[in-house]
């Protein structure tokens, strides 16, 4: 089984500070990790992914995430936030072992960035 | 970049009618799609994994007989929902994976917000 946890339902942030939004996944086998970004009545956009390789990932919009094994987390982050980048966010995992294609979504965080 | 089409974006319809919704993948091949149900200021949860050329995969709790899902081609899956009752009101998703690309994300579609009355 495999799930995912983003503890916080709403992050909020001043325009212009530093934004984390939390995640941290449980999976068996190796863990793909993804970032979905959702704007009202509109569909999931993927921001970035973590397959292997370098921890750190670049994503669009300026969005970055660090892959930590031992805390089994997938922090997104950003420098500097922008009014824009108020959404919902979604962390979600898949089973890299796995031969099927299923993710498993958190709950979703409400980004707020406050002008 | 891959693109995932849905249509229609939302639908009003009567109380015991059906109602088609499009997935079509625009620019890549998908043998596998999947549609997601989200509830007001709630995550998605996958309803079934529709499957090219076979039956679909339903999840636990969703009705098969309600929602039809038909997959006839590597582009197109549809979700039909049939007899449409209020409590079916919702936002729905669908996605698909490039199965050309290696680790490709599951792209989105716009969703489609069915309001039943």
């Known amino acids: 089984a495999q799930s995912v946890a983003q503890p916080e339902d709403q992050v909020n942030v001043a325009e212009g500070n530093p934004l984390t939004v939390k995640c941290t996944y449980s999976?068996?086998?190796?863990?793909?990790l993804f970032w979905y970004v959702q704007y009202p009545n509109r569909g999931l956009q993927f921001l970035l992914k973590?397959?292997?390789?370098?921890?750190l990932v670049k994503g669009s919009y300026g969005f970055e995430a660090e892959f930590n094994k031992s805390q089994t987390s997938f922090h997104l982050k950003k420098p500097s936030a922008l009014v824009s980048d108020s959404a919902l966010y979604f962390c979600a995992v898949r089973d890299g072992n796995n031969a099927g294609n299923m993710l498993t979504f958190g709950g979703g965080t409400r980004l707020m960035v406050k002008p | 970049g891959a693109v995932v089409s849905q249509h229609p974006s939302w639908v009003i319809c009567k109380s015991g009618t059906s109602v088609k919704i499009e997935c079509r993948s625009l620019d890549f091949q998908a043998t596998t799609m999947f549609w997601y149900r989200q509830f007001p200021k709630q995550s998605l949860m996958l309803m079934a994994t529709s499957n090219e050329g076979s039956k679909a995969t339903y999840e636990q709790g969703v009705e098969k007989d309600k929602f039809l899902i038909n997959h006839a081609s590597l582009t197109l899956s549809t979700l039909t929902v049939t007899s449409a009752h209020p409590e079916d009101s919702s936002f729905y998703i669908c996605s698909a994976r490039d199965q050309g690309r290696n680790n490709s994300p599951l792209h989105f579609g716009n969703g489609t917000r069915l309001t039943v009355t």
């Open positions: 973590y397959i292997t390789g370098d921890n």
């Open positions: 999976v068996s086998g190796n863990p793909y």
